[in-house]
Nanobody
Framework: QVQLVESGGGLVQAGGSLRLSCAASGSIFRINAMAWYRQAPGKQRELVAT???????NYADSLKGRFTISRDNAKNLVYLQMNSLKPEDTAVYYC??????????????WGQGTQVTVSS
């Protein structure tokens, strides 16, 4: 069984910063790509950023320069550093990871989400 647990969300004023963390645990053989998604009220879930196990990254065009994704392969962690936050960044942020376990081939797993609220 694999679990993804996010942390680091909260309430922040516009212009502030937050750092989200996501820890993967369980019978993990290998983690491929890891990603952050977000879903604002009344909107579809959208991709924020992706990082592959070799460290290459991709970002939503609208977030380049403000958000940075990183990972610690040794600890099965992925981070999202969010700077210059805006009210429109308010959303539930979800961690996603493509994981091989010792019993199953690779598949995507989701965390439970962490709320980020940016006040104006």
């Amino acid at each position: 069984q694999v679990q993804l647990v996010e942390s680091g969300g909260g309430l922040v004023q516009a212009g502030g910063s937050l750092r989200l963390s996501c820890a993967a645990s369980g019978s993990i053989f290998r983690i491929n790509a890891m990603a952050w998604y977000r879903q604002a009220p009344g909107k579809q879930r959208e991709l924020v950023a992706t990082i592959r196990n070799v460290g290459s990254t991709n970002y939503a065009d609208s977030l380049k320069g403000r958000f940075t994704i990183s990972r610690d392969n040794a600890k099965n962690l992925v981070y999202l550093q969010m700077n210059s936050l805006k009210p429109e960044d308010t959303a539930v942020y979800y961690c996603n990871a493509n994981i091989w376990t010792d019993q199953t081939p690779s598949r995507n797993y989701w965390g439970q989400g962490t709320q980020v609220t940016v006040s104006s």
